[in-house]
């Protein structure tokens, strides 16, 4: 039962990250996300070395 349950999130969490990906990039520009994610890249990087 819980593999099944796990498989299910995993399924609908994609789905949501699928058409949520699709949404923000419609309404946001290529050049300000991709300069976003480096920015998120960059701090998490430095965050992971950190702590």
Known sequence: MVLI???IALSLL???AIYLGKFISEKADRETLTKLTGFLF???GVLFFLF
């Open 42 to 44: 960059i701090l998490l």
């Open 14 to 16: 994609s789905i949501f």
């Open 5 to 7: 349950g796990v498989l």
